[in-house]
T-cell receptor
Framework: GAGVSQSPRYKVAKRGQDVALRCDPISGHVSLFWYQQALGQGPEFLTYFQNEAQLDKSGLPSDRFFAERPEGSVSTLKIQRTQQEDSAVYLC?????????????FGPGTRLTVL | GNSVTQMEGPVTLSEEAFLTINCTYTATGYPSLFWYVQYPGEGLQLLLKATKADDKGSNKGFEATYRKETTSFHLEKGSVQVSDSAVYFCALNSGGSNYKLTFGKGTLLTVNP
């Protein structure tokens, strides 16, 4: 595709519900990142994949958060038993290589609101 | 650990004014430095980058110079336009295997005609 796409764009969940957020990276990009952006803050790193391997999940805030990328392309971020503090914009980014100087291309984000 | 500190916003300027948004950082190793921009209703876009000390990144009239001695990467533009109104984020990515971006909190810029 032309860019990184994410779905849904908006998600409202009741506290305690499970949600799944999808990311379609740019075709051929081996690196995929998830970030969480709270209102009025900069994005914060959650997890990183290189192809299908999850190489870093140090930013996941709790064991309620789980991410996968089974075929090295589309990725899903799942949040179980959502809490109000999970309300944020979840950003996905992809990059052709995991190099320090490489540009990460961001999707439009999924805005999650937990009531 | 890595951190980025940006000047607090919001910043409001008149068209054709000079812009500076300050950014300082703390990092291990030799980071690459970035400015990302988020226009209203759009996703984050890379504005410019610099990968080593004394490099100057530039794009769309914006520029920033990687100053290792002052650990700074200030964003400047000589004459802003209404279309530059957006949120600007300074970010870094350390060398080696530390590929994840560390962002500042962002600075909201509003340019009035």
């Amino acid at each position: 595709g032309a860019g990184v796409s994410q779905s849904p764009r908006y998600k409202v969940a009741k506290r305690g519900q499970d949600v799944a957020l999808r990311c379609d990276p740019i075709s051929g990009h081996v690196s995929l990142f998830w970030y969480q952006q709270a209102l009025g803050q900069g994005p914060e790193f959650l997890t990183y994949f290189q192809n299908e391997a999850q190489l870093d999940k140090s930013g996941l805030p709790s064991d309620r958060f789980f991410a996968e990328r089974p075929e090295g392309s589309v990725s899903t971020l799942k949040i179980q038993r959502t809490q109000q503090e999970d309300s944020a914009v979840y950003l996905c980014a992809s990059s052709s290589l995991a190099r320090a100087y490489n540009e990460q291309f961001f999707g439009p984000g999924t805005r999650l609101t937990v009531l | 650990g890595n951190s980025v500190t940006q000047m607090e916003g919001p910043v409001t300027l008149s068209e054709e004014a000079f812009l500076t948004i300050n950014c300082t950082y703390t990092a291990t190793g030799y980071p690459s430095l970035f400015w990302y921009v988020q226009y209203p209703g759009e996703g984050l876009q890379l504005l410019l980058k610099a990968t080593k000390a004394d490099d100057k990144g530039s794009n769309k009239g914006f520029e920033a110079t990687y100053r290792k001695e002052t650990t700074s990467f200030h964003l400047e533009k000589g004459s802003v336009q209404v279309s530059d109104s957006a949120v600007y984020f300074c970010a870094l990515n350390s060398g080696g295997s530390n590929y994840k971006l560390t962002f500042g909190k962002g600075t909201l810029l509003t340019v009035n005609p």
